[in-house]
């Protein structure tokens, strides 16, 4: 299963935000759509990546408060990104290893979507439970033992 599989299922909508916004800006657009990330677009190119995680580490910076902050001052500069052709393993060791929660997906230069690290694991489960229906479909059609060894003797 590759990338391009989740973002298939899960729609194409974007969120971003501009480097030049304030970040309380930011901040509540991600809380009035319930959004646990936004790609941070500068010029048409993902120039970084926010996420709840940068937000609390910058009000900690700032002492409790969102303050002036911009969000090129609190976002990842250099977020972990993969393709549509990455496989969903190597998605989820990336995002193991690096403690990613949210991955924009790119085409070259092109942002076609984010997936996070629910995105993944609802796309493994899904799998797994389609191969254990499609397994007990073939266990239960099983041949009978006994119409099998009375075919055997007949020879």
């Not at 970040?23 to 509540?28: E, H, I, P």
């Not at 790119?106 to 397994?135: P, R």
Request: hydrophobic fraction near 45%; charged fraction near 25%.
């Amino acid at each position: 299963m590759q990338v391009s599989d989740i973002l298939r299922v899960k729609g194409n909508t974007l969120f971003t935000a501009q480097p030049d916004q304030p970040l309380m800006d930011a901040v509540s657009f991600m809380a009035d759509k319930d959004l646990g990330s936004l790609v941070v677009m500068d010029r048409g190119q993902v120039s970084g990546m926010l996420t709840f995680r940068e937000v609390i580490q910058q009000i900690v910076k700032n002492g409790g408060q969102v303050g002036n902050t911009l969000v090129s001052e609190a976002m990842e500069a250099k977020p972990l990104v993969c393709s549509g052709a990455t496989e969903i393993d190597e998605v989820r060791r990336m995002m193991l290893e690096h403690h990613a929660r949210y991955m924009p997906v790119m085409d070259d230069q092109m942002l076609m979507g984010v997936i996070s690290f629910y995105d993944v694991a609802k796309a493994v489960v899904d799998s797994q439970n389609f191969e254990n229906t499609m397994l007990k479909a073939y266990i239960r059609d099983w041949p009978d033992a006994s119409s099998s060894d009375a075919g055997n003797a007949k020879q």
